[in-house]
């Protein structure tokens, strides 16, 4: 899935010139944690986000906070150094970004201006939907050394009991050339799919017949 089709269009932002009151203003009334900062070309120069309002200045959330603080422009205290995505990025990508650099969202940006912005609630929605965890089913866990032909084997399986399949993901296994498929499918008694799997001779990791006692 791009970017494109889970980012926010209408971004709240500031000016550099908008002062760190302002900021707290807009992120308690549109109930956000990120604001780009953008000069009058709609080109990102800096984010704030709640972390830098609430660490630059530990003084301005006293009892007896100084307005003058409050007064301060944001572009004292913004990140400069901004990681920006693009629309047509894929979401799966873009995760690793945030993952490698610790970020909370992301700026997208189209011919140098601002266009969308992408928060780690975004990604975590996408990825409940990519995987069909919001519908109700189970999940089996395959190990295979050969995707295609596994994938063929086991779509068949399901096409014939007549159950849908949410989502498959491939994780690495324990040795180097083996694979694991993970289909989330649309039925809560998979018994019958586990057993037709295994006739193929396929060793299903989950659900596991026997489990470790305590």
Known sequence: MIVEKIMKRDVVTLSRTDTIEEAIKRMRTFHIKHLPVINERGTVIGIVTDRDVKTASPSIFAQNRSNEDLKKPVELIMSKEVITGHPLDFAEEISAVFFEHEIGCLPIVK????????????????????????????????????????????????????????????????????????????????????????????????PAVQRDLP
């Open 111 to 206: 011919n140098g201006k601002l266009v969308g912005i992408v928060t780690k609630s975004d990604l975590l929605h996408t990825f409940v939907q990519l995987t069909g965890a919001h519908f109700p089913g189970s999940q089996i866990e395959i190990k295979t050394d050969h995707i295609a032909r596994s994938l063929a084997d086991i779509s068949a399986i399901f096409s014939r009991r007549q159950i849908a399949i949410l989502s498959v993901l491939v994780y690495p296994g324990d040795e180097d050339d083996s694979k694991i498929l993970v289909f989330r499918v649309q039925t809560m008694n998979p018994a019958s799919i586990i057993k037709d799997v295994k006739s193929k001779g396929y060793q299903v990791l989950w």
